[in-house]
């Protein structure tokens, strides 16, 4: 993974300056107890703009017009409906957690197989049938110990074919990027891990069925049910999925949400186990330098799908990998957090065709390779990203002086 950026927010005015005037929305999200909450969608109604709250439960949102209402979820809160009168920025807005009753939720302790095949019956029904085209936003970091040595971000555009097509036929094409590296020589770590601008592609669960959810997998999981919950104010199954035999390769812990009407998969929430450390090697790591050992500590991916109440579609991911690197003459080893996320912010109407050309993200390239580094504060005026926290705004502040005394 690698790295570049520096955000600044217009949060000052409702509208942007300059030839187009941009609508610009900005709040912080929190629960009932007033904790800012990370993740949370926040979405135009009858549009196709969308953007998540980062770990600050902050987030800005720019439409081409005026909205009269944004709208707020969560799984397990209830969806929120926010008037626009005459504030637009510094808004403060609270959700309340979602109560389901669970006299309307049929939970019966063997039924989670069953429901789980039903879903997957339904993918043809629930997903794309026809070629789509999404505007996103990309950022990826790697923190040394807790500070952090890479940051870079981008956007992009994720091309979408029929549900029931080979996930090879999706494309990333990175359309506007900038990466910030740290200039220690110390820092240059020389590990490739799996991940980058394709994670969407490949933890697409309802689409790439060899990622989890195929049938020589499913022989070496049990899945039982938890208790339900709610996401955009629709009851969920929840879906526990664990390992209860051992296979030839790493398998995974976690969560599959599932939409009881529609019986979509909505989230999932996967960790991958490390009972077996050279089974979680061989899943994680793609190359690194002789001499260096890799050891894997923590792989979790989340996957959220939004429903529009026609389709639902993927909007938000991440990947998150803590691991271990050391060199055999040193003592101590180092350790590392690198971490992808990506969230889909628009999306094209009508006939859309694939990206091409050099700008296409293909597996074996290097994110860093794509971008470029800017110092233009501008340089997402037009576009809708993830805010940075204000942690990861430091960081970038203080690697930003370190490259300007090299």
């Given at each position: 993974?690698?790295?570049?950026?520096?955000l600044?927010?217009?949060?000052?005015?409702?509208?942007?300056d300059?030839?187009?005037?941009l609508?610009?929305?900005?709040g912080?999200?929190?629960?009932d107890?007033?904790v800012?909450m990370?993740?949370?969608?926040?979405?135009?109604?009858?549009?196709?703009?969308?953007?998540?709250?980062?770990?600050?439960g902050?987030?800005?949102?720019k439409?081409?017009?005026?909205?009269?209402?944004?709208i707020?979820?969560?799984?397990g809160?209830h969806?929120r409906?926010?008037?626009?009168?005459?504030?637009?920025?510094?808004?403060?807005?609270?959700?309340?957690?979602?109560?389901?009753?669970?006299?309307?939720?049929?939970?019966?302790?063997?039924?989670?197989l069953?429901i789980?095949?039903?879903?997957m019956a339904?993918?043809?029904?629930?997903?794309?049938?026809?070629?789509?085209?999404?505007?996103?936003?990309?950022?990826?970091?790697?923190?040394?110990?807790?500070?952090?040595?890479?940051?870079?971000?981008?956007?992009a555009q994720?091309?979408?074919?029929?549900?029931?097509?080979?996930?090879s036929?999706d494309?990333?094409?990175?359309e506007?990027?900038?990466?910030?590296?740290?200039?220690?020589?110390?820092?240059t770590?020389?590990?490739k891990?799996?991940?980058?601008?394709?994670?969407?592609?490949?933890?697409?669960?309802?689409?790439?069925?060899?990622?989890?959810l195929?049938?020589?997998?499913?022989?070496?999981?049990?899945?039982?049910?938890?208790?339900p919950?709610?996401?955009?104010?629709?009851?969920?199954?929840v879906?526990?999925?664990?390992?209860?035999?051992?296979a030839?390769?790493?398998?995974?812990?976690?969560l599959?949400?599932?939409?009881?009407?529609?019986?979509?998969?909505?989230?999932?929430?996967?960790?991958?186990?490390?009972?077996d450390?050279?089974?979680?090697t061989?899943?994680?790591?793609?190359?690194?330098?002789?001499?260096?050992?890799?050891?894997?500590r923590?792989?979790?991916?989340?996957?959220?799908?939004?429903y529009?109440?026609?389709?639902?579609?993927i909007?938000?991911?991440?990947?998150?990998?803590?691991f271990?690197?050391?060199?055999?003459?040193?003592?101590?080893?180092?350790?590392?957090t690198?971490?992808?996320?990506?969230?889909?912010?628009?999306r094209?109407?009508?006939?859309?065709?694939?990206?091409?050309g050099?700008?296409?993200?293909?597996?074996?390239?290097?994110?860093?390779?794509k971008?470029?580094?800017?110092?233009d504060?501008?340089?997402?005026?037009?576009?809708?990203?993830i805010?940075?926290?204000?942690?990861l705004?430091?960081a970038?502040?203080?690697?930003?002086k370190?490259?300007a005394?090299?």
């Open positions: 993974m690698a790295v570049a950026f520096w600044t927010a217009s949060t000052a005015s409702a509208f942007t300059g030839g187009d005037s609508c610009v929305i900005s912080v999200v929190t629960n107890h007033r800012p990370p993740h949370v969608n926040v979405t135009v109604p009858n549009e196709h703009v969308a953007v998540v709250t980062n770990e600050d902050a987030f800005t949102l439409c081409q017009r005026q909205p009269s209402h944004i707020l979820s969560h799984v809160y969806q409906r926010v008037k626009l009168n005459r504030q637009f920025t510094d808004l403060r807005i609270q959700l309340v957690p979602a109560s389901v009753v669970l006299s309307d939720v049929i939970v019966v302790a063997n039924n989670a069953e789980l095949n039903a879903a339904k993918i043809p029904d629930n997903y794309n049938n026809e070629d789509e085209l999404y505007t996103c936003f990309y950022r990826e970091t790697v923190q040394k110990r807790s500070r952090y040595i890479n940051v870079a971000e981008a956007v994720l091309y979408k074919t029929p549900v029931y097509l080979n996930p036929t494309r990333v094409a990175i506007k990027g900038r990466r910030l590296l740290s200039p220690k020589a110390s820092d770590l020389g590990v891990i799996m991940g980058g601008p394709n994670t969407p592609i490949w933890i697409d669960i309802v689409k790439n069925k060899d990622f989890i195929n049938p020589e997998d499913m022989q070496y999981y049990d899945f039982s049910m938890e208790t919950t709610s996401l955009d104010d629709r009851p969920q199954y879906i526990r999925v664990k390992p209860v035999r051992s030839p390769y790493a398998l995974f812990t976690g599959f949400y599932i939409d009881r009407e529609t019986l979509a998969f909505t989230r999932a929430e996967l960790s991958l186990d490390m009972s450390r050279g089974k979680a061989r899943y994680m790591l793609v190359r690194k330098p002789m001499g260096v050992r890799f050891k894997p923590e792989m979790s991916v989340l996957v959220n799908y939004h529009d109440g026609q389709q639902t579609r909007s938000y991911v991440r990947a998150l990998f803590r271990n690197c050391d060199w055999k003459r040193r003592l101590l080893a180092t350790s590392f690198a971490q992808s996320e990506l969230v889909v912010t628009d094209a109407v009508g006939k859309v065709k694939a990206p091409r050099r700008d296409s993200f293909y597996q074996r390239d290097a994110f860093f390779d971008v470029s580094y800017f110092e504060p501008d340089f997402w005026h037009d576009y809708n990203i805010e940075p926290s204000e942690s705004e430091q970038i502040d203080k690697l930003r370190r490259i005394e090299r």
